[in-house]
């Protein structure tokens, strides 16, 4: 067995380890050398240890315990001769490996409510609390307070879990309220992905985009790309809406919900799956 005294390492986290005994066991332990380190190590009742003995030890925490004596690798007879197989036949280079299947695929998602919020509540007053239209801001002059205008999309997105997001999109549409110039609204992501009886929670921002009203200024309608990550965060389950809101009054901006376009708010998600 080679000097060991020259190396000098940790035998933290060493698992088994082979050591020089000093000592033959007595009481239940001995004195050995694991490279370069003399420790103590515990031999239990079955096992005896003799001085300059090989040895086979685990280390579990700072305790070290000799499992078994080395002896020498015992003799194996040579087997008989046996017949050369032929030497192997060249078919030139392997076959390279398969190439991962990719999957794509689009999903469409119309959301399962559409509403506004407004004063500390959902407006119930311009049609259905779940398929209402959507504003954003405050129509001068008024009393009331800022509108929000959210859409949820429910658990379709989750449907393709694991997949990537390639694309997403959502369909908009103005309608008559406020003033006719194109404005654009301001684009939230939400963390719901149905309605809550509270005000939703608001996260990621992006401008919209510029929107007239339906039958006076074009576009009133168009696709709009929004931000990849968004239709990832659906997809992976962070978010689940979008909504339209500013700060201030302006701009006032009403969108199409479920029951004034059936196409409103929908979410088509473009993804990619390797296999």
Partial sequence: MPDLADVKVSLAGQGTLVALAVTASASGACLADVAGIRVTVRVPPNLTVAAQQNLLILRRGSVY??????????????????????????????????????????????????????????RTDIGSSTSADTYQGRYGGSGYGRNSGYAFYGSKPRSISGATVTKATVKLRRLTSGDYARRTPTLRLVSQSTRPSGSPTLTETTSGPALG???????????????????????????????????????????????????????????????
């Fill in 65 to 122: 315990w000799a499992i078994a004596v080395l002896t020498a690798a015992p003799t194996v007879p040579t087997p008989p001769p046996v017949d050369e197989p032929p030497p192997p036949v060249n078919r030139g280079d392997p076959a390279p490996a398969p190439k991962p299947v990719v999957t794509t695929g689009t999903l469409v998602c119309p959301p399962v409510a559409t509403s506004t919020w407004r004063d500390g509540k959902w």
């Fill in 213 to 275: 009203v339906r039958g006076q200024v074009s576009p009133s309608e168009t696709t709009f790309e929004l931000p990849t990550s968004w239709g990832q965060a659906m997809v992976d389950g962070s978010r689940g809406g979008l909504a339209i809101t500013v700060a201030s009054d302006d701009p006032y901006i009403r969108l199409a919900g479920r029951d004034s376009w059936s196409a409103a708010w929908t979410l088509t998600l473009y993804w990619r799956r390797s296999n």
